[in-house]
């Protein structure tokens, strides 16, 4: 659970993507992952990963975004709070448990749009289109991207697409389900939830961020 620790912002860094960015992106749909790495500093995804909810901490009495610093000071007998889209916790599990739940509902509301009076314009995330029609057409795509994402459910080497299925093999078979999506496996159910959601809001960036830098270089191309 803790690799999907992640740093909220209220922004995410795709409005007005240059045409430069779709070289960046074709390289960085295969190699950037969560961490910030120099050659992907133009990567749609790193950045937008800073727009997923996070677990902080208040670590007797002092606010902290480091998990690491919280395992110290709890280890310490020190008094460690978890603080999960604005509401405190006193236990780890029930946080961890808040986090995949916030997580998962930021990114089933990122495939679909949002109109707001003051500014006029449609919002997809966090990013404002001047025309609804064309927000829209993103909401869908995204949408069509996330539907993508599949698990698989292996239970002693054998692979199932039917959860039912695979939960029924295991239990005659006395094993557990490994859950697969992208290059994640695990066998907690917790953890395959965390990380279907962050797959699916990658593939909807991935895929907006691919649409608007090939409408870009379309309009460079044309002017």
Same mark, same amino acid.
């Given at each position: 659970? =803790?690799?999907?620790? %992640?740093? &909220? $912002?209220?922004?995410?860094?795709? &409005?007005?993507?240059?045409?430069?960015? *779709?070289?960046?992106?074709?390289?960085? +749909?295969?190699?950037?992952?969560?961490?910030? =790495?120099?050659?992907?500093?133009?990567?749609?995804?790193?950045?937008?990963?800073?727009?997923?909810? =996070? $677990?902080?901490?208040? &670590?007797?009495?002092?606010?902290?975004?480091?998990?690491?610093?919280?395992?110290? #000071?709890?280890?310490?007998? =020190?008094?460690?709070?978890?603080?999960?889209?604005?509401?405190? %916790?006193?236990?780890?599990?029930?946080?961890?448990?808040?986090?995949? +739940?916030?997580?998962?509902?930021?990114?089933?509301?990122?495939?679909?749009?949002?109109?707001?009076?003051?500014?006029?314009?449609?919002?997809?995330?966090?990013?404002?289109?001047?025309?609804?029609?064309?927000?829209?057409?993103?909401?869908?795509? /995204?949408?069509? /991207?996330?539907?993508?994402?599949?698990?698989?459910? $292996?239970?002693?080497?054998?692979?199932?697409?039917?959860?039912?299925?695979?939960?029924?093999?295991?239990?005659? #078979?006395?094993?557990?389900?490994?859950?697969?999506?992208?290059? +994640?496996?695990?066998?907690?159910?917790?953890?395959?939830?965390?990380?279907?959601?962050?797959?699916?809001?990658?593939?909807?960036?991935?895929?907006? /961020?691919? #649409?608007? #830098?090939?409408?870009?270089?379309?309009?460079? *191309?044309?002017?």
């Amino acid at each position: 659970m =803790k690799s999907f620790t %992640l740093t &909220i $912002i209220q922004a995410v860094a795709l &409005i007005g993507m240059p045409v430069a960015f *779709a070289e960046a992106t074709e390289k960085c +749909e295969k190699t950037c992952d969560l961490a910030q =790495k120099a050659d992907c500093a133009a990567c749609p995804v790193t950045a937008a990963m800073d727009a997923l909810p =996070k $677990i902080s901490y208040v &670590i007797a009495g002092e606010a902290s975004a480091c998990a690491k610093s919280a395992e110290t #000071a709890k280890a310490a007998g =020190k008094e460690v709070k978890y603080v999960v889209a604005g509401k405190e %916790l006193c236990c780890e599990t029930m946080a961890n448990e808040a986090h995949v +739940e916030a997580v998962e509902t930021f990114v089933a509301s990122f495939a679909s749009t949002k109109s707001c009076e003051a500014s006029g314009k449609t919002y997809v995330g966090t990013k404002g289109y001047d025309c609804g029609t064309h927000a829209s057409t993103v909401a869908a795509l /995204a949408k069509k /991207a996330m539907d993508g994402v599949k698990v698989t459910h $292996i239970v002693a080497g054998k692979e199932y697409c039917c959860p039912e299925e695979a939960g029924k093999a295991a239990k005659e #078979a006395g094993a557990k389900v490994t859950y697969a999506v992208a290059e +994640e496996k695990t066998q907690c159910a917790a953890t395959n939830r965390m990380s279907v959601a962050v797959a699916k809001y990658k593939a909807a960036i991935q895929a907006i /961020a691919k #649409a608007e #830098a090939e409408t870009a270089a379309n309009a460079a *191309a044309n002017s």
